[in-house]
């Protein structure tokens, strides 16, 4: 039987003091596992973990979520928070990036999950992302690798 499901992630609290926080994202995640639920949604999970958003924490739950899809299922996979794009790629920023690791990019999310798509065995695999490109000081990027875009 085809099964809706999401995974919601969210980066809200950054460590490093020229990222600033978002405290709307966890709310808003809060409000789209009601709506998907209410809409029928066999499941949808905030994940989230004590330590923070880190990239080996992202990369982890979004390739366990897609490599334990099954046939037919339709998975919407939410990541929220701040982001940049960098030669040619997009980024998460997580909770723990760090504007002393050059590039900075190095210390984000890339937006790539290919390989693990073309293994996934769902039938539909929608990625949102809603990714702030603002309330990051603007001299911190330069020198951190990454332009604004």
Request: net charge negative.
């Amino acid at each position: 039987m085809p099964r809706h499901k999401a995974l919601l992630i969210g980066a809200s609290d950054y460590d490093e003091p020229g990222i600033s926080s978002l405290p709307f994202v966890r709310d808003d995640l809060q409000r789209l596992v009601t709506a998907l639920t209410d809409r029928g949604f066999h499941s949808a999970e905030i994940a989230e973990r004590w330590r923070g958003i880190t990239p080996n924490f992202v990369n982890d739950r979004v390739s366990r979520f897609l490599r334990d899809a099954r046939r037919d299922d339709t998975l919407f996979i939410l990541l929220s928070g701040h982001g940049q794009h960098f030669q040619g790629t997009d980024y998460l920023i997580p909770e723990d990036a760090s504007f002393n690791v050059h590039p900075f990019a190095a210390s984000c999310v890339a937006i790539d999950w290919g390989k693990q798509l073309n293994e996934c065995a769902a039938a539909q695999v929608v990625f949102l992302i809603d990714a702030c490109r603002e309330g990051i000081q603007q001299d911190s990027m330069g020198p951190a690798g990454i332009a604004q875009t």
